[in-house]
């Protein structure tokens, strides 16, 4: 029975070395945790995983993500992915099944094993192709690495590839962002995702910055960098369907997408989130506190803010607002049984009026102005007390 | 009570020198309250005033005490707030006292602030006994202080007492003192009643509740009472004593302190300073010094929120109920809508009443750079007091311009004359007088605009002397002085709110300054926001606010949407301290800018 619409996240927390802009949970030198947290993992899908499978049916997407995944030894990897098909898939195959992958990490068996093993989908960290620029923001691989891993992939037999850029790193000119957003489109991806630098508290790139020692492109450099992906991509075959991500037609992600419209997932591993019932659950951060919990046949999960109307109205539009559809109308009233204008209208005028906001009768979406200050548009969907 | 058994004190102190320590320990000796009963500290029992360690209400109580001679005595404690925003409410206090004990600290020595109030007890005639106190220091120096004290008060401190509060050392010595060298109050138990109101205060049982001294006569529950300046007249309901908690006792007898109630509803009804007489065998004459409340400082008061206005409205009348210096009355400004002009008796006044509404209330204000009050005098012979910049008549209308000017007196040591001097001459003082108080302490006073004073003048002298700086000043007079007006204008419109009455000569600076303030203090919008001030039409300095190029929400791991809630969350309640003056967002610090460039 494939009753219901939902997807599978799995997080792993190790990469090889800790990039400097990265605040996910994620740690470097925890190789000895390797293996008992890949059994942790594979614990925890036979007893969470079976309980919603059985409950929902065979999830439509299952995503592995980090951290680094594929920092995972093959031997453990396939453990992992033998595990999640018995339990989720059973002889079928999922609809998307997506591994994250650092090119400086994955060998020709490595790729071939995650294909035989029924994933069909890879996510590289690519950033960016120009080394001097890999090197100062700690990644661990070329640019050269990155095309042959995905000239490996697709030997392998993988047609669906997306790659992560980044810009406004320090640094970095528009030429370069320019040259390497090219050199990604010359591997022709299906899919690719965008990312401007953010300083997150915490970070080698946060320190550095405190310490005027990052050197960042001025606003108005980022700013071209922005416009020009964001022109270019779609120019080029790539629909602009997210905020951040652009795909060939029929190539956006199901699971990207399923945070954005609702559609609620199940986390396992250390730090991962789940959204299941209306409800957004927290798994344990701590990598020893999560092992425990499992080894004490505990849920390692807790919930975090106990969800009521308004904080589920409000994550509906805000998150809906992120995709190129925006919010519909007519699922926010089937949702809430209310209608979208009664509680938004005022913030809504003013948004058109600013033209960040359009309206095409049945779908409220963000212009491209607004996709460009999204956070000024998403805040207005944060309501106040007396809004009810 | 017999009178000779009677002793009226209150207690001068700098802040920190250990007066409400003093108080909770006497009142402890006496047996008053146990232990267990008191509070830390007894005496400042609002929280703002704990936090600030400042007494902005005065308290009373009662001690009952057997002496050395093994006689009762009745010694009332009248706790005098400790501000110079409250120098008249101070002398009110020491007015219903006979004597006074002058705490100073055995380490810091003399204070501008206690020798204001030490010179006003010596005005009202006060026997003062002198307490060293915090004699337990590593750095205490009894002996330097004592000299200290003789020299500049011209005090005999040959019985001060030695005491450290904090150890319950030497409080006996104080209770005895104060029973040996306070005299007894002095009045006539039959003449028509006079009696001194020293402060007030809103009960919501018992209306307003005066703090007063019976000077002439007595009070009995019952009786028929008049004010002498309000006129006013109210029959008692309860009068007693502090306890500290009011105790009805039914009758005050002369001499003595305690509380007078008969279901007053205004707190302007019962002013500081008014005389309590027989409704109708009125004493012949009121006791000396009344005088009305009078606001120094001003600023406007409008709620973030403009829904919140009779919230606004709501709060501060009820502030005022307990507060008879409060003054305010409705304003609109152009950029910030419906508030209210408020008038303080200083600048810690309005300090803790703007955080009393934020904080009990739960307003988001915006407040107004503070003013003093302009006597404009127009060319058409009139004269109009200005106490908003935005209300200046037009440059062409203005005949004259006096402001206020009071005396300033500052207490430093000698190594810090130089910098005092500069800041002082800085902000447009004229140099009086300098005294050494001993061979290392010196006492400037300076006669200087009130408007350089509620700039910023207290903290450059604390950063200039490293904290070592007391200052204390009182109104002097009114002075013609070259004043403009300097406007701001943001993304080409004037922001009314935003103007501000400065020197003539230092008009140019100031708007720079204020200019640049502005520009670190306005985000980035998603337009580029051109910042001018302007003397008139012409526009004497210019800033700009950079357009903010983008605003995007980075990648989300994992399905964590918590995490970007909580950022939008953040960022919608940086926008609550917000304004939107026209299409400008303005955060509220904005408005206070002027007193914060350096």
Known sequence: MDAKQWGVYVHIPFCRQKCFYCDFPSFAGRERYWEDYTGALCREIAVRGSYYRQLWGRPATIYLGGGTPSVLPAKLMAQLLTKLRQVFLADDKAEEFTVECNPGTVDEAYLAMLWEQGVNRLSFGVQSFDDELLRRIGRIHSGQQAAEAVEMAKKAGFTNLSLDLMYGLPGQTLAQLQASVKQALALSPKHISIYGLQLEEGTAFYRMQELGKLNLPEDEVAEAMYDYMTEYLPSQGYERYEISNFAQPGFASRHNLSYWQDVPYLGLGAAAHSYLDGQRWAALADLDHYMEAIRENRIPVEPEEPATAAIAMEEFCFLALRTARGISREKFRQKFGRELDDLYGTVMKELFAKKLLADDGRCIFLTSQGMKYGNLVFEKFLLDEQDF | ?598
């Open chain 2, 1 to 598: 009570m017999q009178n000779k058994n009677i002793r009226n004190f209150s207690i001068i102190a700098h802040i920190d020198h250990g007066k409400s320590t003093i108080a909770d320990r006497l009142i402890e000796y006496t047996g008053t309250l146990t232990k267990r009963e008191m509070e830390a500290q007894v005496l400042d029992n609002m929280d703002l005033e704990r936090e600030r360690g400042i007494t902005i209400k005065a308290q009373t109580v009662r001690l009952d005490y057997k002496g050395k001679d093994g006689q009762l005595y009745q010694l009332n404690l009248i706790d005098t707030p400790g501000h110079v925003d409250f120098t008249y409410e101070v002398s009110r206090s020491l007015a219903a006292c006979e004597g006074a004990l002058l705490v100073v600290d055995a380490a810091q020595g003399v204070e501008a602030q206690t020798l204001a109030n030490v010179y006003m007890a010596l005005e009202n005639d006060l026997e003062i006994v002198p307490v060293i106190n915090k004699i337990d220091l590593p750095s205490a120096d009894p002996d330097r202080v004592k000299e200290e004290i003789e020299n500049t008060i011209g005090l005999d401190t040959s019985n001060a007492v030695l005491a450290s509060a904090k150890s319950g050392i030497g409080i006996e010595e104080i209770l005895d003192s104060i029973v040996d060298y306070i005299p007894a109050p002095e009045g006539d138990e039959n003449a028509p009643l006079q009696a001194l109101i020293f402060d007030s205060f809103f009960d919501s049982y018992k209306g307003v509740i005066a703090h007063v001294r019976v000077k002439q006569g007595h009070i009995k529950k019952g009786m028929k009472l008049k004010m002498m300046a309000t006129g006013k007249t109210f029959e008692v309901t309860d009068v007693g004593c502090f306890k500290p908690q009011p105790v009805d006792v039914g009758h005050l007898d002369v001499g003595e302190v305690g509380f007078v109630a008969g279901s007053l509803k205004d707190v302007r009804d019962v002013q500081v300073g008014d005389t309590i007489t027989f409704a109708d065998n009125p004493a012949a004459e009121p006791l000396p010094g009344y005088r009305g409340v009078t606001p120094m400082v001003y600023c406007g008061l409008y709620p973030v929120d403009s829904s919140d206005y009779d919230n606004l409205k709501d709060a501060l009348e009820k502030m005022q109920i307990n507060d008879a210096a409060l003054v305010f009355e409705p304003e609109t400004s152009v950029a910030l809508g419906f508030g209210f002009r408020c008038g303080f008796l200083g600048l810690l006044h309005m300090d803790v009443i703007q955080e009393r509404l934020e904080r009990e209330y739960n307003l988001k204000l915006i407040t107004t750079a503070p003013s003093v009050i302009y006597h404009v005098f127009k060319t058409d012979g009139t004269k109009v007091d200005v106490s908003n910049p935005s209300d200046l008549p037009p440059q062409t209308e203005i005949e004259h311009i006096e402001e206020p000017y009071v005396k300033a007196t500052v207490i430093v040591p000698n190594d810090f004359v130089g910098a005092v001097m500069e800041i002082s001459q800085d902000k447009r003082g004229e140099f009086k007088t300098m005294d050494y108080l001993d061979e290392n302490r010196v006492m400037i006073t300076y006669h200087i605009p009130l408007n350089e004073i509620i700039f910023d003048y207290f903290d450059r002298l604390k950063s200039a002397t490293r904290g070592y700086a007391s200052l204390d000043y009182e109104l002097a007079d009114y002075q013609e002085s070259k004043l403009v007006k300097v406007d701001i204008l943001l993304n080409g419109d004037p922001v009314d709110a935003l103007s501000t009455i400065v020197h003539k000569d230092r008009a140019a600076g100031r708007g720079r300054q204020l200019a640049s303030k502005l520009k670190e203090i306005i985000p980035q919008q998603m337009f580029e926001i051109p910042i001018q001030a302007a003397i008139g039409s012409k526009v004497i300095a210019r800033e700009n606010v950079r357009a903010r190029r983008k605003d995007v929400l980075a990648k989300c791991y994992g399905g964590d949407i918590s995490r970007k809630r909580k950022l939008l969350e953040k960022q919608k309640e940086g926008k609550k301290r917000m304004k939107a003056v026209g299409s400008v967002e303005v955060p509220q610090e904005a408005f206070m800018a002027i007193l914060k460039i350096d």
